[in-house]
């Protein structure tokens, strides 16, 4: 070997060593991100959470000292105990002999245990902490939280000096997703007892003035003492309630945040609709009585429970409707009252119409049974009819009969030939029109269907993947798929969406009525709320809310279940603002779970975007052959 050659070999070690050394200097350690939970959130009061996010391949990861996998995508997923407080997930990755750190607190809220005795707290419930206007045969329900075993009082001046409340079974915490999305159990560990609830009809008395509610809470061993007292047994007198209370001091006094009205000479108020797609309610914030009321609508209000005002829809039958969806009337106008004399039907190429000439607009509902049975209920109307016209040339409709189950309800039933295809129910003056649509032409087959595929959220990103993929983005990509399978089939696919610009949720359903849509299919992809286990809880599941969307909703549900291998995590009614629309069978398809890694690196990949647009299009198509089942 000459000299030259190797002085030349000398260097390019040298520049080796110094270019390694270098390297090895300026090496980063492994990145970690987590975009689940947020940093220092607030999350629910649970014993076991998840967090995901994502960290190089290949990289050895632990969150509290656990070996979490991470996928060849790069996402990571940990379901792991936690404890109330400041809680921190420690996590650590190390790649190459290089390892980084990552603290990462949240807030976990202490789980709500059960009253001690030493300070006999009242909590009052927020849901009922409103202001209310009460009429005579109106039942007044009042209700805390305090020590369990304890004796519990209410009392109102002017009405009541000292009313008993009964402690109830132990309750189950406010907290619902472990009972919907998890293994549905609720432990009895986790169950409070101190509920205390009361309640006092009322009666003709006026009490115009606002009024406050005071409970009263006696200590158990005051309980035990007076149910001992010589003479006294368990009905006790409220004097001698009372007073045993003052004079012992083991009690506690509290006043409602809330005041009462009985029979005030304002109510009962007649009420109209401002809003065009009024619902009214069973309860304040509670499930949907009707929905869809339009603009006019008139009702009386008998009472009222903070910003929600209650309805007198016929003699039995009560709503709740929030007060800025009504205008109130000058006082003394009058209930409108209907006289029905006549019904008459009609039929066009595409619907059956049937009309009902009322003497004001009246509130209504209506209800599909078993299938081919529909069940309209005008509220404030009562029956004069002597009269029901059928088109002759009508054949969908197999008959029309009327009913009065009491005063101020008017139902009709319509029997139909066929399923329920959709319906649509609105006002001409005062002529109420109800539209049931027939179905479409050559219903076997998908050829010339208006099908309107709604890719879910955006500009809002929905849930996010480990690594980041945003379920907006998922369900576009899906949804272009499935319109191509759908025109393969020489359907009309039409999306709420085409690409990732702002669509407001409202605005999805107007435009599948805008386009006189057959069949609306909302796509969405999954997530979990805070404690609930993905690794057991995951699937794919369908929703739907009218009765006519089920059997879509079930077709769908098992072609996915045949061919995604993803597991089946149930079909569900939903009250879903896209499933809500009468006029088509509509559904929600949740296709995967997004918060897990595998399953976001497969909505990654155009083959597994294209087996999901497949399998939904299988389960239209089955839904359509067979219709008439």
Known sequence: MNKAFSTKCAIIGIILVFVGSVIAATATPPQIKVVYPKKNANIAAVDSTFIFGSAPPGARLTVNNSNIPVHRDGGFIAFLPINPGNFEFKLRATLG??????????????????????SLYIIQNSDSNQNKILAEGDMLTVGFRGAPECLGYFSIPGLTDSTPMAELSPQTQPYWGESLFGIGAVPDSLKLRGYYRGFLKMGNKILPNSTRIIYHLVAPSLNRLMLNLPGTDSNITDSNAISLMKLCGQSRIDSSGYSIKVNPPDFPRMVEFVDSIQIIRVGPRRGYLSIFQP?????????????????????????????????????????????????????????????????????????????????????????????????????????????????????????????VWGYDIYYEGNILKFIITKPPQHINELKDKIVVIDPGHSADPGAVGPTGLRESEANLNIALALKKELVKKGAKAILTRQDMSDLPLNSRPAIAKKN?????????????????????????????????????????????????GLGNYGLYYGNLAVDRPTQYPAVLVECAFIMLPEQEALLKTEQFQNKLASSIRRGIEKFLREYER
């Open 295 to 419: 603009q006019g609508v008139m009702a009386l209000a008998v009472g009222r429970d903070g910003d929600w005002l209650k309805l007198r829809l016929s003699e039995t039958q009560y709503g709740w409707i929030q007060e800025k969806s009504v205008r109130l009337l000058e006082p003394g106008y009058p209930p409108i009252i209907s006289y029905l004399k006549t019904i008459r039907t009609y039929s066009e190429p595409d619907h059956v119409m049937i009309e009902f000439p009322l003497s004001g607009k009246h509130p209504f509902r209506v209800e599909e049974r078993d299938g081919k049975t529909v069940i309209l209920s005008i509220f404030g109307v009562n029956s004069d009819t002597d009269w029901i016209r059928y088109n002759f040339k009508n054949d969908d409709i197999d008959i029309v009969t009327w009913s009065q189950p009491e005063p101020d309800l008017y139902q009709v039933m319509v029997k139909l030939k066929l399923p």
């Open 97 to 118: 002999g290089d390892t980084s750190y990552l603290d990462w607190p949240v807030i976990v809220p202490e789980a709500k245990k059960d009253l001690g005795y030493d």
């Open 516 to 564: 006189k849509a057959d069949l609306f299919v909302s796509i969405h992809n999954n997530a979990l709320p805070d404690g609930v286990n993905p690794f057991v809880n995951n699937g794919v599941s369908t929703y739907y809310y009218h009765p006519h969307s089920i059997e879509l909703a079930k077709d769908i549900q098992k072609e996915l279940m045949k061919n995604i």
